[in-house]
């Protein structure tokens, strides 16, 4: 009924960058907040970034200043720049959406995630 595709993972450089993308598609009505949530190798899935359909966004200490997220709302869209990667940002990066359905259905939504390694 509705789905999220995340593209934009892959191998990068520590210092380097990369951008993620998450389109939603489906019978969507509207999305409220859009965010983006990583599970390293052995340890528990961890909220990166959010953002409302207002546009105010909220980040984990650990990236705050280092990553960007933005949203388009007319292409269903969401984008999380990341900067000055670390290693110890290697993880599979989910995305994750509140969405009000067409039939009125309020859904938590996942992608299937991406995996981003930062690796010399």
């Known amino acids: 009924q509705v789905q999220l595709v995340e593209s934009g993972g892959g191998l990068v450089q520590p210092g380097g960058s990369l951008r993620l993308s998450c389109v939603a598609s489906?019978?969507?009505?509207?999305?409220?907040?859009m965010g983006w949530y990583r599970q390293a190798p052995g340890k528990q899935r961890e909220l990166v970034a959010d953002?409302?359909?207002?546009?105010?966004?909220n980040y984990a200490d650990s990236v705050r200043g280092r990553f960007t997220l933005s949203r388009d709302n007319a292409k269903n869209t969401v984008y999380l720049q990341m900067s000055s990667l670390k290693p110890e940002d290697t993880a599979v990066y989910y995305c994750?959406?509140?969405?009000?359905?067409?039939?009125?259905?309020?859904?938590?939504?996942w992608g299937q995630g991406t995996l981003v390694t930062v690796s010399s």
């Open positions: 994750n959406h509140l969405i009000v359905t067409t039939a009125m259905r309020l859904l938590e939504v």
């Open positions: 489906g019978s969507i009505f509207t999305i409220s907040t």
């Open positions: 953002i409302t359909n207002g546009g105010r966004t």
